[in-house]
Structures are given as C-alpha cells and as structure tokens.
C-alpha cells in the first residue's frame, strides 16, 4: 500500500509537471504569435504606408509633370532610386521599432515609440507636402523637423538597445542627404518656394 501510494504521488508530480510545461509551451507560442503580429504590424506600417503615400504621390500625373519640370542639381538620383531605397529604410525602420517595443513595451516606456511615431507621420507628411503641396520651402522646414525627430528617435533607442540605433543610421543618412537635395530644388526654382 505505501509502494502504490507513493507511485501515486510520483504520477501526480509527473503529470503536474508535464501540465506546467504544457501551459509554458502554450504560453511561449502564444507569446511568439503576439510578437510575430506586431512585428508585422510594424512593417505593414512603416512599410505599407510610405508605399501608399509614395504610389499616390507618383500615380499623380500632373504631380510627376511638376517634379520633371523642376531644376534639379547634378546629385540629383534617379527616380528608380527612391522606391527601393526606401523599402529598405521602412523595413530596417520596423525591425528597430519592434526590437523597442519588445525590450520595452509600450506602458512601461512609452517615450521611444511616441516619439518614433511622430516621426514616421513627419516622415508621410514631408511627401504631401513636397510632391502633392509643391512646396519646396514649407517641405524643406518640414524635413529638418523630421530630421530632428529622427536623431531624438536614435537617442531614445540607444537608451533602450545600444545596437539597435545602428539599423537608424542609413535613415538619418538617406534623410540628411534628401535635407541637403530639398535645399537645393528650394534654390534652383524659388518660384515654387510656397507653392504652384
């Protein structure tokens, strides 16, 4: 009888134990899953919404007329540059986002991400503006706003994940050069200082 009540016990223990590793295995997966959906949800963001407003800007036959017309200075890339460039920026942008977000979270440390939000909506806004306002003044005063947002961002991340500033530095590098090009359009056609 002790023999049986102690295998009872070992049973006991063991099932209690593969029913804790099971809850730990369905909470892992779970986990994983919630962060696979944000991770997503990042890049459907970053990515997704830089591709609508960029697709809408350059669909727009009389904008593209507008941009072909202007005076633009020898660095000036070529136009295929831009969309695959930026893919690459929204994507390393995301991944960053997501690296925060799970360090972090959002009610623990909000600071990071509300910043970085802000500067993804100056980052949407410069391209209303530049291509669809034709502002080339209002556009340039935009994006060293955004340029600021962008260098607060890299600060707040460092703070978080000392790498992860460093898939940041082509953004800050992409945008500080498109500075210096909105500059330039800005001086070479002064007539589409404000707007058309």
Not at 150 to 170: A, E, G, Q, S, Y
């Amino acid at each position: 009888q002790h023999y049986f009540i102690q295998s009872n016990l070992r049973m006991g223990e063991q099932q209690g134990e593969e029913g804790c590793m099971t809850q730990l295995r369905n909470m892992s997966r779970r986990e994983l899953f919630i962060q696979f959906c944000v991770l997503v949800g990042f890049v459907i963001l970053c990515m997704g919404g830089g591709g609508i407003i960029g697709a809408v800007s350059v669909a727009d036959e009389d904008d593209s007329a507008w941009f072909e017309s202007l005076k633009k200075p020898c660095f000036n890339p070529p136009a295929a540059v831009f969309a695959p460039v930026w893919a690459i920026l929204y994507l390393f942008m995301a991944i960053a986002a997501f690296v925060v977000w799970r360090s972090t979270t959002f009610r623990k440390q909000p600071a990071p991400l509300v910043v970085f939000f802000i500067q993804l909506i100056l980052n949407f806004a410069w391209t209303l503006i530049f291509r669809k306002g034709r502002a080339l003044l209002a556009s340039f005063v935009e994006i060293i706003i955004l340029w600021i947002a962008v260098l607060v961002t890299m600060i707040l991340f460092f703070r978080v994940r000392p790498w992860v500033h460093f898939l940041l530095l082509p953004y800050i590098m992409w945008v500080t050069f498109a500075t210096i090009l909105n500059y330039s359009l800005w001086q070479l056609n002064p007539e589409n200082g404000d707007s058309d």
